[in-house]
């Protein structure tokens, strides 16, 4: 998997939006970016991913930049259940396992009310 | 609920025993993963199986193991157990994707498994 850098940790005001970076800078040209995010020993939960265009779903959306070595999660109205640890991931293109993901060690995003 | 379901969700054993950690993946997704988290190490991809065979291997120790069986649910084995061993292991799925199909995983509630 390409190499992903994001901040250890951020803050966040509930209600307010959610910008969580992440640094792809080795990224191929057909590799995706995937966010998941792992809520207290849970699971981790699928958010969203994209190639090079922006993305948006129920969950938050995705911006891509142009030359796709960066991109940021923005979670447009963070509650206090949003606070977890995010992952960026960056999985082999090619491959056809969606699920043999290399987790760094995230961003532990925390919502303050 | 992401449809994948795994059992138990708490086990304590002694150390040397072995233990089964069982996945049921969701309908119709052929490929189910393993996950170690411990609190040192973070999440580490142990196995793959697809369809019964296994896919790909990722650092599985060898006191461990697992298959997949003809239903497609998924057992993980771990024998001589080590206080080490102590974490939380997840399962994961996936659809077997179609060309130029991205598609997500989805992860079981975990297993939290202690070694005394």
């Known amino acids: 998997d390409a190499k992903t850098t994001q901040p250890t940790s951020m803050d966040c005001a509930e209600g307010r939006a959610a910008n969580l970076p992440c640094n792809h800078s080795?990224?191929?040209?057909?590799?995706?970016v995937y966010w998941y995010r792992q809520i207290h020993s849970q699971g981790p939960q699928y958010i969203i991913h994209?190639?090079?265009n922006n993305e948006t779903n129920e969950m938050a959306s995705l911006i891509i930049t142009e030359d796709r070595k960066s991109s940021t999660l923005i979670l447009p109205h963070a509650t206090l259940r949003d606070t977890a640890v995010y992952y960026c991931i960056v999985p082999n293109a090619g491959g056809t396992s969606y699920g043999k993901l290399t987790f760094g060690q995230g961003t532990i995003l925390t919502v303050h009310p | 609920d992401s449809g994948v379901t795994q059992t138990p969700k708490h086990l304590i054993t002694a150390t040397g025993q072995r233990v089964t950690l069982r996945c049921s993946p969701r309908?119709?997704?052929?490929?189910v993963y393993w996950y170690q988290q411990s609190l040192d190490q973070g999440l580490q991809f142990l196995i793959q199986?697809?369809?019964?065979?296994?896919?790909a291997k990722g650092n599985i120790l060898e006191r461990f193991s697992a298959q997949q069986f003809p239903d497609l649910h998924s057992e993980l084995n771990l024998s001589s157990l080590e206080l080490g061993d102590s974490a939380l292991y997840f399962c994961a799925s996936s659809v077997e994707p179609r060309t130029g199909l991205n598609t997500e995983a989805f992860f079981g509630q975990g297993t939290r498994l202690t070694v005394v």
């Open positions: 309908s119709g997704d052929l490929s």
């Open positions: 994209g190639l090079k």
């Open positions: 199986y697809y369809n019964g065979e296994e896919r």
């Open positions: 080795t990224i191929s040209g057909n590799e995706y």
